[in-house]
């Protein structure tokens, strides 16, 4: 890997080759592209004159720096301070090369090896130390390492220079240059530090092509994760995101305090009862580590999007439902922030009400399993932040339900019914008026008014236009009569409407197709719901 890494280009606007056809940087390897030695006719690009042009170049490198007087006063510095160019291995190197390079794709088709007619190289290493190839290398790295070595200045016997990696500066590109100071450059680093930069580049390019964009940095080095992995212990220091591309690419960089990736109270619980005969693949547990919540949420809510898309360009992000990917955009960054750097803030503001519209979602889509499985997680989430109890919820719910069952079940309720049992009775009455809906593809989005109501009276429109719709088809029903009475008598005090009740009442068993003989059971008969 060393010696790899020390014959290969900056970039392939600083060859030794001018023809650009060689992509190594010294005698000690050549390295050319395998469609460039050989393409489908047998033509070859590779030259005798390109050869000798290369190894000339390597004997003599002020001839290629010549023209210009940073790079040379840089390449004579490296040369005043290291052992001489070996004219004799070059010359070796050259001979092998002229002898052997034009016969390998036969001396390998003995071996069953073909040449492969793409831009995959043929890397050619002559023996040598690390240390010999990395001071050959070095030879090329430091009067090339600079963005442009026009912008070079000497303070004492030190050379600052710009840096190439992540930087530009084009006389092309005036806005690039900082024209309020003696120096224009933006920044400049000493040939030490340039080169240690380029290293860290370069190894930051590797983790990127390895697809390990997190990066976690503290004083015990760099911890590298990829997309979905977060880190099992405690951790204090900096956070990175890379992305590679034509060159390395730093996304997003932040001090993290105190990240910690264990937690506590989140409890998965049925707060609402699946159908007869449905389970669930949810498992009804504590979670005690993020990367769990992470899973979940990426299942359950983003078709398993999430992971793989915190950072996609939307255009890029191949989902075909458009609620779904529309608060998977909203979303991602607070998500990443909590799983990956341990702040929930922006998180906890933003996910109920997007949560809240992936159920619906999952209504409207004509998924109710998967809106009761939401809604499990959404709960989980509320006692998690709020520092409630799930059960609470579910407690809630569930007294919630048979009160209304009591009251309905009565020849002539006096009750008034509170606020929380409004909007379930609400939920109830919409899903029952759903269930009427008998054509072969059925609308979900009938229920639209209803869940996405923004006041009292919305709704009890709605619901006497369902009940208009559908009334050809309701039998007497002491149940939805009461129900109905009481919904359409409540004037509820607050303003703003109880949403998460009406989808509790809306996924819970229907009170009304309940049979009377489980008046002790929460479960009630789906057999005519949707």
């Not at 060393?2 to 290969?8: A, I, M, N, P």
């Not at 003696?182 to 380029?198: H, S, W």
């Not at 990066?215 to 220091?237: M, T």
């Not at 709020?386 to 579910?394: A, E, H, P, R, S």
């Amino acid at each position: 890997k060393e010696k790899d890494y020390y014959s290969r280009l900056l970039s392939m606007n600083k060859p030794i080759d001018k023809k650009k056809q060689i992509h190594s940087n010294n005698y000690l390897s050549f390295w050319v592209k395998q469609k460039a030695l050989k393409d489908n006719q047998g033509n070859s690009k590779i030259t005798d004159e390109i050869i000798d042009n290369y190894y000339a170049t390597l004997r003599d490198p002020e001839t290629k720096y010549e023209s210009k007087k940073n790079t040379l006063e840089l390449y004579r510095k490296y040369k005043d301070t290291h052992e001489p160019i070996d004219g004799y291995k070059i010359d070796r190197s050259e001979k092998w090369i002229k002898d052997n390079l034009f016969q390998l794709d036969k001396v390998l088709e003995e071996q069953n090896i073909k040449l492969a007619n793409d831009n995959s190289y043929l890397k050619i290493f002559f023996e040598a130390g690390d240390d010999e190839y990395r001071r050959e290398g070095e030879r090329y790295f430091v009067p090339n390492v600079y963005n442009s070595n026009d912008y070079n200045i000497e303070v004492g016997d030190q050379v600052y220079g710009v840096p190439d990696n992540n930087n530009d500066m084009n006389a092309k590109k005036p806005f690039l240059f900082n024209r309020s100071r003696p120096t224009t450059a933006p920044f400049l680093l000493d040939e030490d530090r340039v080169i240690r930069q380029k290293k860290l580049f370069d190894y930051l390019m590797g983790l990127g092509g390895a697809r390990k964009n997190n990066l976690y940095i503290d004083r015990e080095g760099i911890h590298p994760y990829k997309n979905g992995e977060l880190p099992k212990s405690r951790f204090n220091g900096y956070f990175a995101r890379i992305q590679k591309g034509k060159e390395i690419e730093i996304h997003d960089f932040d001090l993290i305090p105190a990240y910690d990736p264990h937690i506590s109270g989140f409890k998965l619980t049925q707060v609402i009862p699946l159908p007869e005969k449905i389970e669930s693949k949810l498992v009804f547990d504590e979670k005690d580590e993020l990367y769990q919540i992470q899973e979940l949420l990426s299942s359950y809510f983003f078709r398993k999007y999430l992971t793989t898309n915190y950072f996609t360009d939307p255009g890029d992000i191949r989902l075909n439902d458009f609620r779904i990917k529309e608060e998977l955009i909203k979303l991602r960054q607070p998500a990443f922030n909590w799983f990956y750097k341990g702040d929930s803030r922006q998180f906890e503001r933003l996910y109920e009400a997007s949560f809240l519209n992936l159920i619906k979602n999952s209504i409207f889509n004509g998924n109710r399993i998967r809106a009761i499985e939401q809604f499990y997680i959404r709960a989980a989430l509320q006692a998690y932040f709020n520092g409630g109890d799930v059960m609470l919820i579910k407690q809630e719910a569930q007294n919630t339900y048979q009160e209304l069952w009591d009251l309905v079940n009565e020849d002539k309720p006096e009750k008034v019914i509170n606020e929380r049992m409004y909007y379930f009775a609400v939920g109830q009455l919409a899903s029952f008026f759903l269930s009427k809906n008998k054509t072969a593809n059925k609308t979900y989005s009938l229920s639209n008014p209803i869940l996405n109501a923004q006041n009292d009276r919305q709704i009890k429109d709605q619901l006497n236009r369902l009940f208009i719709k559908y009334n050809y088809d309701i039998k007497p029903n002491r149940r939805l009569a009461n129900m109905m009475a009481m919904v359409l008598d409540c004037e509820p005090e607050y303003g703003k409407v109880n949403q998460d009740y009406i989808l509790i009442g809306y996924l819970y068993p229907n009170i009304i197709y309940r049979k009377a003989e489980k008046q002790e059971a929460v479960e009630g008969e789906n057999n005519e719901q949707a």
